[in-house]
């Protein structure tokens, strides 16, 4: 009996399958179409196994869920402990600004605008030795969505190439999901070698989970600008490159123009493959120098890279030279295709990283326990008090409580407050209220960033109103290099901390009086030569209040050297000044136990706001004009205070002002001021670093 056809077909292969007795052509080509199908099918099964087991979670476009951003990780140095680091700290950014985004809502924030949900994906490349296993499992703990690795087996094209092949994973990765669109934006950065060249881009772009928002508001809101690079590094053609920040960037004369000229023919083939047509010799290009980005996906033109990789393929270099290579035409048409196309290239400048003076105090001693009462009883209409828990805020609290101080440092960061400074005092020999700290390192809360802030000075006044203690009040004495020694070896478990904020290696270490005429120069050397024997870089010295010539006079002109950055507070936050560290004070009123000449500075929550504003716009956006020094110190701005309620200094919420002065902060933060025309801000900003 004949065969049937679907018996030839699928039990008749090879000899059993009698395909030359078949007549009908049209079953022949029918089978052929069922075959290329299949293996189609089985390729496209193969590929999505072989990028990730994820992409089951993502097979389709959500049109109202959140938009989808891409981090691509250039990582041929993530094997470098110091620049994994580095690397993981971005991308922890960027997972704390999509919690923020997410947990908007959490609290009653006054007139700030909510940031848009987002997800986000990280594409990794990584020496083939390397444990991609482990790279995944870090970084899904930072926050990211998916992770996808891509093996490096010769580092030729070096970012560049990893980059390309990144895009086309992503780009198979969209097909392959069947979305009908691709990522929003994107982030590229990778691990550069210079080490101060890596670490302010990498602040620029992505130092604080603000910096992030701001990227992404503006990239969603604003269809004129495409791509936003680090401050100071943008090279554009028809502008003088003497304002970029890393002048080796340019040639010797800091002519822009002369930047392109060793790659504008490797930059015209580029542009030949990618539309067929010639480039004009004198196209106005920008390009964002070392490479690292972000970008409105749609305006970057994936598919022009795509198009020519296969021609790039064989033009890759495997030796390494500072200029005149494939690699940096290809640098320069990363930009240079979208702003031929009209996108605007902003730059957005290094994070603000404001640092809240924090008062250890309140708990369980007698004087505090009484401070709470006279305020939660006084009839000074003038004074705030803490808004309650059942309103969404912190209360009377005791801060021996670990899950008030939990709160505290989640609530720091969701308004975008960098770090706490905690007020350290040092006392006959001994730590001086020194439990709350104490209590920290031990159970990790708050769990934010700090730093000490040494109150080598007695009790003030208030503190000792009472008359039975003011017998108890210990001295402050400086001692010797015994004292010295019992002092540093009680700080070292702070310095040593993972959350301890330092500068260069050194912890930073404020001291509030540095022109006390006791204060011993020989000291600071002996605290810093303990600092590096401990395995720190020293100790990074700051002085509030004082001037330079205060310091000179007290320990030597040569001696005031050994500080390293001066910090005057300011009343009026609409005041500039210009030293390496800012800060400013919420309000002042010490009222409560001053009857009698008492000093009153009340701060209204819209001009905090407004001051900080200002403070923002002057700082943020003068940094390629300002010198180098802030690369390594970031803009640290500190406010007095977090919780000084005694003298009414405080961001916490409050009776009258709710969550005001904290939303100040979140909004400024998320909003962080861009360079958005290049030529005219350098036209105001006429100074050579």
Known sequence: MRRSIFRQKFIGIGKRFPIRKLKNVTYISLLIMMLVLVCNFLLRLLLVVDITADIQHYTVKRPNGPKRIALFVQ????????????????????GQAKQLADN???????NVQPPEPFEFDV???????????????????????????????????????????????????????KSSSHYHSFLKIHTKTKVKWRRVVLDCLCGSPGNVLTVLQTLGSDPNIGMIAPQGFVVQRSINCANV???????????????????????????????????????DIAFSAGTMFWCRYEDFGAGLWLKIRSWLSVRWSTEYKADGQIEHAVERMFGGIPFLNNV?????????KPIATYHPDYHQLDRFKRWWSLLRHTTNGNLVRPLLEKQGGLGYYDMTDVNIRRKQGEMAKAAGIHGFMYNHYWLSNNAVMGKIPELMLQDGYPDIPFMFCWMNEQFPDIWVSFAEEK???????????????????????????????????????????ANKTDLNSTMVKYLNGLAQESGLNGIFWVSPHAKPSDISNAMGATNYQSFDATLPFQHDTKSRNQRNFWGTFTSYDDSLFNNVNPSIHHVSSEDFKSGITSYFEQILTRFPTSGLKEIDTGHIFFISAWNN????????????HGFSYLSAIKSNQENTPLVRDREQFYKDYRISI
């Open 104 to 110: 908007f809502s959490q609290y009653p924030w006054v």
């Open 75 to 94: 990582g041929y140095g993530v094997d470098d402990e110091i620049i994994w680091r580095d690397i993981t700290q971005c991308i922890r950014n960027v």
């Open 645 to 656: 309620w005694s003298n009414q200094s405080v961001l916490e919420p409050t009776d009258k």
């Open 471 to 513: 017998k108890l009040q210990p001295e402050q004495l400086y001692g010797g290099e015994c004292d010295w020694k019992t002092h540093f070896t009680y700080l070292l478990p702070f310095f040593r901390h993972q959350n301890y904020i330092k500068v260069k290696g050194k912890p930073v270490l404020v001291i509030k009086h």
């Open 245 to 283: 920040t890393f002048k080796h960037i340019c040639s010797t004369k800091y002519n822009a123009k002369e930047i392109f000229e060793s790659s504008i023919e490797n930059m015209k083939l580029l542009y030949r493959e990618m539309y067929n047509k010639e480039l004009d010799s004198k196209s």
């Open 344 to 352: 605007t290239i902003a730059e957005i400048g290094l994070p603000a």
């Open 123 to 177: 594409f990794i490349s990584h020496k083939e030795k390397t444990s991609f296993v482990d790279i995944k499992s870090t970084i899904k703990l930072l926050g990211a969505d998916r992770v996808f690795g891509s093996p490096i087996l010769e580092n030729e094209g070096y970012d560049v190439k990893q980059f390309i092949d990144q895009l086309e994973l992503a780009e198979n990765l969209a097909t392959n999901s």
